[in-house]
């Protein structure tokens, strides 16, 4: 899950790390799956207290003073090669606070709850912080030189080589504030949007969910809603729902203060509407992203509503209710699939694609560069941290032997293949933005999906695995679109007078009961189910990019099923292109433009395709 890269903001959705050896074994939540992989973070650093990290940032501080003495004031003057000379140094010192900004962020996310490692994460947050406004006028002064001085300026071959970079830099020209005011936004950063972001994390980290006589976390709750037990499941959702209804007015004033501190933002940049941001970042233009939305609003029949209806006759149901939605198609147990059994299909359906593929993804397997077990304090879901192109990404899971499990991995390996082959680019240009970032992730599960359906002769279980991947398809496209869609109303009536969690509440029921349609019952109890998604609190519209990455990579898996000449080469070339060419760029050489009104249709196609072949077994 991924964007161009901001001073030392690491690209990733999740929240930030904790050290752990790569023997140290956490006893696994669940039976059978001891001895699950803990990630080692001394490739960054050996520890909060080493003091290689003290001295990165010492030096960093005084080389951005430097930087700031040499070349402040002096840019539109450079010839090309000075300027490149500067653009070379401002990322290196940028890659050492992203360097260390990753290490902070991945030792909190593996233990949220831990208030000496939130402290150190804060810590280094405000000192990156602090370095980084040495820094901050160099992108702008880049932003105020004439178009006509920058190309002559890129005449210079070795300026052409960050061609990407500036035209990425660029695209916020028009959207640019004074040097002053940029500098005191971005001090403010700490005490502003990332204090309620880590007020918001640390809560929810703390939440706990009374079940069956015991006291769990969030995550395992939300867990318990997958059970083939209907009553286990109904439980689980009304507990969940007094937790977070116990706790709603601080997430919808976490949600208030931020959707207004957008606001502010936006109208002080004169960005036109909510997403406008985001699409920038993205590098996606505002009609790419309507053209979209629409198309899958418009099969929200075809698809979600379709599809649930048959769930609800397969299961016996008039209706499904909320916490029906995530419910197995048979009553039994699902076998638990041991991570060496996971780690062996997923690997096998990557060197089965191409073998430079699998020997990529194998490092992360030969490596401690993943952390699987589900552990009370540690983040909840799932992610793929870049850090630096020197050292190399981190996988977080929260591994519990389930098919959705193994799928999820195949998800954020695909994530750690794209940044590692992405790397060579580097730390300015590697990362894509967040509409290409899903394409790698995306792929690898479709990778995967398809040569275990393959593999699979028992009709019953085909069955199964089909609605399966039907079901995760609707909750990366129809479900995340809803969810873009929940956010857009929010900021837009924000805009105009702070929102009663009442209301958000109904905000929520009226988006998802449109997307998933007439075979579901909600209650009110469910209109508290948006306060634990983190997408709205730490990245505002992030979540299309997740429909878009499915859409594409379905239109992509067509054009490679269809035995397209040179595929593998075009696509390792696509993932190694990083940052460097945008999606029109990068899709021609197959044949495909998500321009063409046309292109959602082929990847909402493929969906539509897969609830066919479920009605007629």
């Known amino acids: 899950m991924v964007g161009a890269r901001s001073m030392f903001k690491a690209n990733f959705p999740a929240s930030p790390s904790a050290p752990r050896s790569a023997d140290a074994q956490a006893p696994a939540t669940t039976t059978g799956l001891a001895g699950l992989p803990r990630w080692d973070l001394s490739d960054l650093y050996a520890g909060p207290d080493a003091p290689e990290l003290a001295t990165d940032l010492d030096q960093a501080e005084a080389d951005a003073q430097a930087f700031s003495n040499a070349w402040q004031g002096r840019l539109a003057g450079l010839p090309g090669a000075e300027l490149a000379q500067a653009i070379a140094e401002y990322q290196r010192i940028d890659e050492v606070l992203g360097r260390a900004g990753s290490y902070a962020q991945l030792l909190f996310a593996a233990n949220t709850s831990d208030s000496g490692v939130a402290r150190f994460a804060q810590s280094v947050n405000e000192r990156l912080t602090t370095i980084s406004t040495h820094l901050?006028?160099?992108?702008?002064?880049?932003?105020?030189?004439?178009?006509?001085?920058?190309?002559?300026?890129?005449?210079?071959?070795?300026?052409?080589?960050?061609a990407p970079f500036l035209r990425d830099l660029r695209v916020f020209r028009p959207y640019q504030l004074s040097d002053e005011v940029e500098a005191v936004l971005h001090e403010k950063s700490v005490t502003g949007a990332a204090a309620w972001n880590r007020l918001f994390d640390e809560t929810m980290a703390g939440l706990r969910v009374r079940l069956g006589g015991e006291q769990v976390t969030l995550g395992n709750a939300l867990d318990t809603m997958s059970s083939p037990d209907r009553k286990q499941r109904a439980t689980a959702a009304g507990a969940i729902g007094e937790t977070l209804g116990q706790n709603v007015k601080l997430f919808s004033l976490v949600t208030n203060t931020l959707a207004k501190d957008k606001a502010i933002m936006d109208g002080l940049r004169h960005y036109p509407r909510p997403t406008s941001a985001r699409n920038c970042a993205n590098m996606v233009e505002d009609e790419v992203v309507d053209a979209l939305v629409q198309a899958v609003t418009e099969?929200?029949?075809?698809?979600?509503?379709?599809?649930?209806?048959?769930?609800?006759?397969?299961?016996?149901?008039?209706?499904?209710?909320?916490?029906?939605?995530?419910?197995?198609?048979?009553t039994q147990d699902e076998p638990l699939i041991p991570w060496a059994e996971a780690t062996k299909q997923v690997l096998g359906a990557y060197e089965g694609f191409d073998p430079r593929m699998g020997e990529v993804a194998s490092q992360f397997f030969d490596h401690a560069w993943i952390d699987a077990?589900?552990?009370?304090?540690?983040?909840?879901?799932?992610?793929?941290?870049?850090?630096?192109?020197?050292?190399?990404?981190?996988?977080?899971?929260?591994?519990?032997?389930?098919?959705?499990?193994?799928?999820?991995?195949?998800?954020?390996?695909?994530?750690?293949?794209?940044?590692?082959?992405?790397?060579?680019?580097?730390?300015?240009?590697?990362?894509?933005?967040?509409?290409?970032?899903?394409?790698?992730?995306?792929?690898?599960?479709?990778?995967t999906f398809r040569a275990l359906l393959d593999a699979q002769t028992d009709p019953a279980r085909r069955r199964l695995m089909l609605a399966a991947k039907v079901e995760d398809m609707l909750n990366t496209v129809v479900r995340q679109i809803a969810f873009y869609r929940f956010e857009?109303?929010?900021?837009?009536?924000?805009?105009?007078?702070?929102?009663?969690?009442?209301?958000?509440?109904?905000?929520?029921?009226?988006?998802?009961?449109?997307?998933?349609?007439?075979?579901?019952?909600?209650?009110?109890?469910?209109?508290?189910?948006?306060?634990?998604?983190?997408?709205?609190?730490?990245?505002?519209?992030?979540?299309?990019?997740?429909?878009?990455?499915?859409?594409?990579?379905?239109?992509?898996?067509?054009?490679?099923?269809?035995?397209?000449?040179?595929?593998?080469?075009?696509?390792?070339?696509?993932?190694?292109?990083?940052?460097?060419?945008?999606?029109?760029?990068?899709?021609?050489?197959?044949?495909?433009?998500?321009?063409?009104?046309?292109?959602?249709?082929?990847?909402?196609?493929?969906?539509?395709?897969?609830?066919?072949?479920?009605?007629?077994?």
């Open 488 to 617: 857009m109303l929010v900021h837009e009536e924000r805009r105009k007078g702070e929102l009663l969690p009442a209301r958000i509440g109904e905000i929520w029921r009226q988006t998802q009961a449109e997307s998933l349609g007439p075979a579901f019952n909600f209650t009110p109890d469910y209109d508290v189910y948006w306060t634990y998604v983190p997408h709205f609190i730490h990245s505002p519209f992030y979540v299309y990019a997740y429909a878009f990455g499915d859409c594409l990579v379905n239109a992509l898996y067509g054009v490679f099923r269809s035995g397209h000449p040179g595929f593998q080469d075009k696509y390792l070339d696509m993932l190694k292109a990083g940052g460097t060419l945008r999606h029109r760029e990068l899709l021609a050489p197959f044949g495909l433009d998500a321009a063409d009104p046309g292109f959602w249709q082929k990847g909402l196609d493929v969906i539509a395709g897969f609830i066919d072949e479920l009605e007629r077994v």
């Open 136 to 162: 901050l006028f160099f992108t702008l002064e880049i932003n105020r030189i004439d178009d006509g001085v920058l190309a002559a300026q890129m005449s210079d071959p070795a300026l052409a080589h960050w």
């Open 299 to 330: 099969a929200y029949p075809r698809l979600s509503h379709r599809y649930y209806a048959l769930k609800a006759k397969w299961l016996g149901l008039e209706k499904l209710e909320y916490w029906d939605r995530n419910a197995p198609l048979t």
């Open 373 to 447: 077990p589900p552990v009370p304090g540690k983040a909840s879901g799932a992610f793929a941290h870049p850090t630096v192109p020197s050292v190399h990404p981190y996988l977080l899971l929260n591994y519990r032997g389930r098919t959705r499990d193994v799928m999820t991995l195949a998800h954020e390996l695909g994530h750690g293949v794209h940044q590692v082959l992405a790397g060579r680019q580097g730390y300015l240009m590697s990362s894509t933005p967040l509409t290409l970032a899903e394409t790698a992730s995306v792929f690898g599960e479709m990778l």
